[in-house]
């Protein structure tokens, strides 16, 4: 596997590593879009590479790290979170690029950290939320109002409807596992634990899509669509995945974390100038509302967080 090593040492490796974070992730939206465009199936595509990198992480931790294999306890939850974080997030988000422009999915992929707190809000009754929240909250409903207004506009292909309606349950999916990551911590490594879902998720996708969908052999599948895989693997599970985790140690969580923001922004620009897709000022400007009451939701929680810890016990 691809090691930190390489990358320069204090926080100059820290920001080429969130630099390449920000860009890798962002452009995966796109190299997704174009295997989806080549025939192969959205979701045989998505099982081969949560296949093939969940195969890389698993052998990397158990004979390099030499974990052991998960309890049966520890599988239960890993199958889980495998449904929630890569069967239907990743699985339904893949999807939705057959339906819907790839900036489109992207941007409603971004929208978790909002519906995350909606959920606990609604839920579990958290009262962490302050005006910054609401005003975050506020800012995100007005962006994304925004950039469906311009799409209102626009002729849409079959399926539109049902593009958005795929990425905005993958995007509650993956709110959900965020919610049950921190509420029931596991001492499972984080790294090794996504290994496992990936691989995990891949069977789950495979039987549903071999079901479901009219797959295709593997000896047909382009050369495009396997260029597309093999970057979704190398540079987006493996390469970015690698920067993220370096990026984290290396620069503080508030700097290390502004991929999320970054992300929806390059997957736009890219898909603009390699896709061809329509990218007007409305479009631009409703992602940089949402995503600016994306930011101010986190940071709110952040500051709510902290205001906790802080507070000495009665």
């Known amino acids: 596997m691809i090691s930190s090593n390489n990358l320069p040492k204090g926080k100059a490796g820290g920001y080429l590593a969130l630099a390449i974070t920000s860009t890798v992730w962002g452009t995966t939206w796109v190299a997704s879009k174009i295997g989806v465009e080549t025939q192969i199936p959205a979701l045989q595509m998505a099982y081969i590479r949560q296949f093939l990198g969940g195969v890389c992480f698993v052998l990397f931790f158990m004979l390099y790290k030499k974990l052991s294999f998960p309890t049966r306890k520890e599988f239960s939850w890993l199958l889980v979170m495998a449904l929630l974080m890569f069967v239907v997030a990743n699985g339904f988000s893949t999807w939705s690029l057959q339906f819907i422009p790839t900036g489109l999915s992207a941007l409603i992929g971004a929208l978790y950290p909002l519906s995350v707190v909606i959920i606990e809000m609604v839920f579990f009754k958290s009262k962490n939320m302050t005006i910054l929240t609401f005003i975050g909250l506020l800012l995100g409903i007005t962006g994304i109002g925004i950039v469906f207004y311009e799409n209102a506009f626009q002729q849409h292909p079959a399926g539109f409807a049902f593009g ?12 959900i596992g965020t919610i049950i ?40 599948i382009s050369g495009t669509a396997w260029g597309a895989i ?49 990218l007007t000022i409305y479009i631009l400007w409703g992602a940089i509302v949402t995503l600016a009451g994306v930011f101010l939701v986190n940071y709110s929680l952040k500051r709510s967080r902290e205001k906790v810890i802080a507070e000495p016990e009665l």
Do not use: D
């Open 164 to 175: 958005v309606t795929l990425s905005v349950v993958a995007m509650l999916s993956w709110s």
């Open 181 to 220: 990551i921190v509420r029931n911590k596991t001492k499972l490594n984080p790294y090794y634990a996504t290994g496992w879902q990936m691989l995990i998720s891949s069977f789950i996708l495979c039987i549903i899509a071999e079901t479901t969908q009219p797959t295709i052999p593997f000896k047909n």
């Open 230 to 278: 093999a970057y979704l693997v190398l540079a987006g599970s493996l390469l970015a995945f690698i920067a993220f985790i370096y990026s984290m140690k290396k620069l503080p969580a508030a700097i290390s974390s502004l991929y999320a923001y970054i992300n929806p922004l390059v997957a736009m620009v890219t898909a603009a100038f390699v896709l061809h897709e329509k």
